[in-house]
């Protein structure tokens, strides 16, 4: 009798672990649709493009791993790889004053949810605004920044004119948009449990060891949320190069990205730029999967 009470059990819960099972995949069918359709279906039809030469409006010619052949002789790809490895120096810059602000912005003062405002506001601007918001930034007759610098008798560069210098221009424009690490890294800081900090006061560690030892392992799952979404926003840095430089000068600024749109929509090479973007894919995909992996020596999980 018990035996058969256990099996019915089990038909009954298996009936209804099969029942949600569908039920949640129904309410999330939309999304799954989605997915296959306009990601997964793009990313597919972008690979078989990737093997051809077709230029948008003519027919496709089958070409195989001919346009990934070109890419290893381009001098362009090249080129635009290595100036968006470079631009990546903003990474660690950002997650630095992002955190820094975040620290800032923890404490009780007067007026704090203006200041956090006025911090987080830059980071939802539309970024053809911010670009030529910093053009005018950045002229070198009349930007504030050279208008500052010859007021305490310094002749400033060239900024976006310069090719020594539109890269660290760039890189300096940035820093506009730390609002959204910070945003990120202010929630942390107030999960961390303040006894953990009432206990290190007892023990009468300062301040520096409270930061070292409680603040970054307990906020360092974040860290390495900001850096991810840091590298692959670097990565794909368009708007800011199509809009303010083109590439230039001598194509110190062309970004990979920018250097994929030239093929695909000035030039009509849709093969090419399609190996472009999966090579891309691909590089970020091994960036990423390298950083899980060192992340293991200092993420600190709770559980």
């Known amino acids: 009798m018990a035996t058969s009470i256990r099996i019915l059990n089990g038909t009954v819960r298996g009936k209804l672990y099969w029942r949600r ?3 949640g995949y129904l309410f999330i069918s939309p999304w799954l649709i989605g997915f296959a359709v306009f990601t997964a279906g793009a990313l597919l039809g972008s690979f078989g493009i990737s093997l051809t030469e077709w230029s ?10 001919g346009n990934y052949v070109k890419l290893v002789q381009d001098q362009f790809f090249w080129k ?25 912005l923890n404490q009780k003062i007067l007026g704090l949810g203006v200041f956090r405002t006025v911090f987080f506001l830059p980071s939802v601007t539309a970024g053809v605004a911010v670009s030529l918001l910093w053009l005018w930034i950045f002229n070198p007759r009349f930007g504030v920044i050279n208008v500052l610098l010859a007021k305490i008798g310094i ?13 660290p221009a ?14 990120i890294y202010l929630a942390a800081l107030q999960g961390i449990p303040t006894a953990l900090y009432e206990a290190a006061t007892i023990d009468g560690a300062s301040h520096l060891r409270k930061f070292v030892y409680i603040t970054i392992p307990m906020i360092s799952p974040v860290l390495l949320l900001n850096l991810i979404i840091g590298v692959i926003g670097s990565f794909q840095v368009f708007t800011q ?52 992996k060192m992340s293991r020596d200092w993420v600190y999980y709770e559980d």
């Open 21 to 23: 099972t569908l039920e």
């Open 56 to 65: 948008i409006i003519g027919d496709r010619y089958w070409v195989g791993a």
């Open 80 to 104: 635009s790889l290595k100036v968006t490895f470079l631009y990546l120096l903003n990474v660690p810059m950002n997650l630095v004053l992002g955190l820094l602000l975040a620290l800032l």
């Open 155 to 167: 002749q400033g560069p060239m900024w976006l004119g310069s090719e020594t210098w539109a890269m």
């Open 170 to 183: 760039l890189i300096i424009m940035s820093v506009w948009g730390v609002g959204g690490s910070m945003l």
């Open 241 to 292: 190069a199509f809009i303010m430089t083109s590439g230039g000068p001598n194509y110190a600024t062309l970004f990979y990205v920018l250097y994929l749109y030239q093929h695909a929509f000035q030039w009509y090479n849709m093969g090419y730029a399609s190996a472009l973007a999966w090579i891309l894919f691909i590089v970020i995909l091994v960036c990423t999967f390298l950083i899980l």
